[in-house]
Nanobody
Framework: QVQLVETGGGLVQAGGSLRLSCAAS????????MGWFRQPPGKEREFVAA????????AYADSVKGRFTISGDKSKNTVYLQMESLKPEDAAVYYC?????????????????WGQGTQVAVSS
């Protein structure tokens, strides 16, 4: 099992920045790919970004490309999501996810482990 804990959420003004962190523990060798998802109120969970530790491949949702940056520190088993130029529509609960297989899928069904989420609110 892999445990994931997200931190860094909060309230920010539109145009502001925020950095989320996701710390993995447990059987971290099983976490070969990491992803960030978000779930706005009343909507389905959606893909934001993902990376693979092997080869350090990265993918972004079109809605965040150019504003968000995913990065990771394997020595700390931690993944980050730097969010810039935040918009009200970025408000959501942000979830960290991990999967055993190597890849950058955008479907929630293809991730094996999930964190509890951290709330991001953006005021206009």
């Amino acid at each position: 099992q892999v445990q994931l804990v997200e931190t860094g959420g909060g309230l920010v003004q539109a145009g502001g920045s925020l950095r989320l962190s996701c710390a993995a523990s447990g059987r971290t060798s099983s976490a070969n790919s990491m992803g960030w998802f978000r779930q706005p109120p009343g909507k389905e969970r959606e893909f934001v970004a993902a990376l693979t530790w092997s080869g350090y491949s990265i993918a972004y949702a079109d809605s965040v490309k150019g504003r968000f940056t995913i990065s990771g520190d394997k020595s700390k088993n931690t993944v980050y999501l730097q969010m810039e130029s935040l918009k009200p529509e970025d408000a959501a609960v942000y979830y960290c996810a991990a999967r055993r297989a190597i890849g950058l899928p955008r479907s929630t069904y293809l991730y094996d482990f999930w964190g509890q989420g951290t709330q991001v609110a953006v005021s206009s």
